[in-house]
């Protein structure tokens, strides 16, 4: 079992839907990262996480420390949304990160 | 956020030639930087951690002669690719965060790596 799993792998969406990404963790950590890949590959780091909730625009992100878990949602998207959504902890132990797998999200006009 | 600028965002290289790839953080000092190496829809996987002024340390599996980091100032780290192989073809990605306890880490672009 991967150390922080995402889902859903795979999502696609009309334009103006409200998106959830989820993301659990099973280790110890410092803080979460939402990162955002575009197909030409540069990371975008959108939010870093210890508590709480953090708001950004559209993308909103989420993170109960005791349940280990995190959400990320995007409201009212938009095609300049699609791309590869990834979910990193920073391990207290090691802190390195760790990275889910990834979401990738298609936005339909 | 802060900026961190990889060079080249591309290169195609032959076989047995060398490669170096830079880091640049733009606006800031950073005291670590990694460097990452991510397959075709694979997630990033954890090359080596850099410490200005200091050895790199390399995670389990590569090759520190093949993959040399040098990180001689706070905002500039590279990697090279030494006689490099098509194997090596790949994307590379640096990330670069400043001292501090959870200081938040930024990402550059990538490069794009081909070997031929």
């Known amino acids: 079992k991967n150390e922080v799993e995402q889902s859903p792998q795979n999502l696609t969406a009309q334009e103006g839907e409200f998106i959830t990404i989820n993301c659990s963790y099973s280790?110890?950590?410092?803080?979460l990262h939402w990162l955002q890949q575009h197909p030409g590959g540069g990371i975008v780091s959108l939010f870093m996480l210890s508590s709480g909730k953090k708001k950004h625009g559209r993308l909103i992100a989420t993170i109960n420390i005791q349940e280990k878990h995190s959400s990320l949602h995007i409201t009212a998207s938009h095609p300049r949304d699609s791309a590869v959504y990834i979910c990193a902890v920073r391990s207290y132990n090691t802190d390195k990160l760790i990275f889910g797998t990834g979401t990738r999200l298609q936005v339909f006009p | 956020g802060a900026v961190v600028s990889q060079h080249p965002s591309w290169v195609i290289c032959k076989s047995g030639t060398s490669v170096k790839i830079e880091c640049r953080s733009l606006d800031f000092q950073a005291t670590t930087m990694f460097w990452y190496r991510q397959f075709p829809k694979q997630s990033l996987m954890l090359m080596a951690t850099?410490?200005?002024?200091?050895?790199?340390?390399?995670e389990q599996g590569v090759e520190k002669d093949k993959f040399l980091i040098n990180h001689a100032s706070l905002t500039l780290s590279t990697l090279t690719v030494t006689s490099a192989h098509p194997e090596d073809s790949s994307f590379y990605i640096c990330?670069?965060?400043?001292?501090?306890?959870?200081?938040?880490?930024?990402f550059g672009q990538g490069t794009r790596l081909t070997v031929v």
């Open positions: 990330s670069a965060r400043a001292q501090g306890v959870n200081t938040e880490a930024f």
């Open positions: 850099s410490n200005e002024g200091s050895k790199a340390t390399y």
């Open positions: 280790v110890g950590i410092s803080a």
